[in-house]
Every structure is written in structure tokens, then in C-alpha cells.
T-cell receptor, first 117, second 112 residues
Framework: GESVGLHLPTLSVQEGDNSIINCAYS??????FIWYKQESGKGPQFIID?????DKRQGQRVTVLLNKTVKHLSLQIAATQPGDSAVYFC????????????????FGKGTLLTVNP | NAGVTQTPKFQVLKTGQSMTLQCAQD?????MYWYRQDPGMGLRLIYY???????DKGEVPNGYNVSRLNKREFSLRLESAAPSQTSVYFC???????????FGSGTQLSVL
């Protein structure tokens, strides 16, 4: 099946800078996308999600942008802090039906974000 | 409200040994999932349970079995552990009508 991929495996930024983590997907049928943050030794933690009928969604210090034309997703983190250092995963749901067995969340391999003080 | 709880956090097995990884959620979620995470491979789905009483294979089910004991609990069993099953295992759950997964803190398993 199709899978989600990432442009860069690692990203290093200075504290206070903005971070942009990119994600490419190949399944045009995917209509839901989600970003997770995983700190060392912990499970993935939900950050933000977006449906395919939207181009942009904002949260606290985070923004997700979706470009369906080129099948590209990005996560922007404003004023990056040391606590943002983690692996970030994007994932896509390939099926619209979220009610049961048709649900299939496929994860990318992740990008390691390092924030330098 | 603890969310998704996994036990144990760490485990070392010898090849051929068996063990069960436990998972429980207190969010009244219908669906539960088991993933494994390997370096450079991302999260891969082993088995899932869309609702109490049902289980289905995911992407990498070989060598594993699962039991949906009740709505809260979903266990993963390795009948005869192999070194290729060395990994970090995550349990997750999802509520009805939602597409958001909630994850446990993981079990780090080493098979020697």
C-alpha cells in the first residue's frame, strides 16, 4: 500500500526560531492527516490534525498546512523551544470511514527535531 | 484518568520464550491497536480490535496473537519469541467517530 514519507530525517534549529517539518504523501484518497510528537522514551502524543477540506489549521504555536495539489503536508512550530526537541511523525488515514475496520492510519518514518539553546 | 496504560515497560526474553504484553484504557474507547516501532521503520500495525469481541490482522501480524479481553483491555502475546521481535511496542486506542489515536508509553522488548 501507499505510505507517508518525510523529506528530511533530521532538523536542527536555534531556540526561538521557527521550525518547519515537511511530509509528503502519495495516496490521493487520504482525507485526514495528523501530526504526533514523540519524546525520547515516551509514546507518540497528538499535536494537531487536519482534514482534506482545509488548507490550514492553527493550534498553540503550531500550524499545519496541507497542499493537496502536490500532496504535501507541513508542520510549523513558532518560537521553537528546547522542549520541542523530539521526533515528529505525520500520519494519514486512507479511508474515510472512521467507524471501524476501514480505519487505517499510516505513519511516516519521522523527523528528529533538535533545538539548540 | 490515566489514558492508555501498558505493562511491562521493559522486558528481556530468550529466544523461544513466551510472554504477554498488557494494555488497558480508561477512556471508554471502542477501538484498540498494537504497533511496533523499529529504527527507521516508523510505526507498523500488528493487530487491531475495532470493537469489543473483534480482532483483525494489521501489517505485520506474524508471530503474534491478541485478545480483546473486554472493552478496556487488549493484550498482545508472543508465543515463541524471536530476535526479530526485538522492538518497542505501543498500544493505542480510539473513540467512536474519532480518527485520533491515543498511545501508551510503550514496552521495550529485547529478545536474545
Amino acid at each position: 500500500g501507499e505510505s507517508v514519507g518525510l523529506h528530511l530525517p533530521t532538523l536542527s534549529v536555534q531556540e526561538g526560531d521557527n521550525s518547519i517539518i515537511n511530509c509528503a504523501y502519495s495516496n490521493s484518497a487520504s482525507d485526514y492527516f495528523i501530526w504526533y510528537k514523540q519524546e525520547s522514551g515516551k509514546g507518540p502524543q497528538f499535536i494537531i490534525d487536519i482534514r482534506s477540506n482545509m488548507d490550514k489549521r492553527q493550534g498553540q504555536r503550531v500550524t499545519v498546512l496541507l497542499n493537496k495539489t502536490v500532496k504535501h503536508l507541513s508542520l510549523q512550530i513558532a518560537a521553537t523551544q528546547p522542549g520541542d526537541s523530539a521526533v515528529y511523525f505525520c500520519a494519514e488515514n486512507e479511508e474515510r470511514n472512521s467507524g471501524g475496520s476501514n480505519y487505517k492510519l499510516t505513519f511516516g518514518k519521522g523527523t528528529l527535531l533538535t533545538v539548540n539553546p | 484518568n490515566a489514558g492508555v496504560t501498558q505493562t511491562p515497560k521493559f522486558q528481556v526474553l530468550k529466544t523461544g520464550q513466551s510472554m504477554t504484553l498488557q494494555c488497558a484504557q480508561d477512556m471508554n474507547h471502542n477501538s484498540m491497536y498494537w504497533y511496533r516501532q523499529d529504527p527507521g521503520m516508523g510505526l507498523r500495525l500488528i493487530y487491531y480490535s475495532a470493537s469489543e469481541g473483534t480482532t483483525d490482522k494489521g501489517e505485520v501480524p506474524n508471530g503474534y496473537n491478541v485478545s480483546r479481553l473486554n472493552k478496556r483491555e487488549f493484550s498482545l502475546r508472543l508465543e515463541s519469541a524471536a530476535p526479530s521481535q526485538t522492538s518497542v511496542y505501543f498500544c493505542a486506542s480510539r473513540g467512536q467517530g474519532s480518527e485520533k489515536l491515543f498511545f501508551g508509553s510503550g514496552t521495550q522488548l529485547s529478545v536474545l
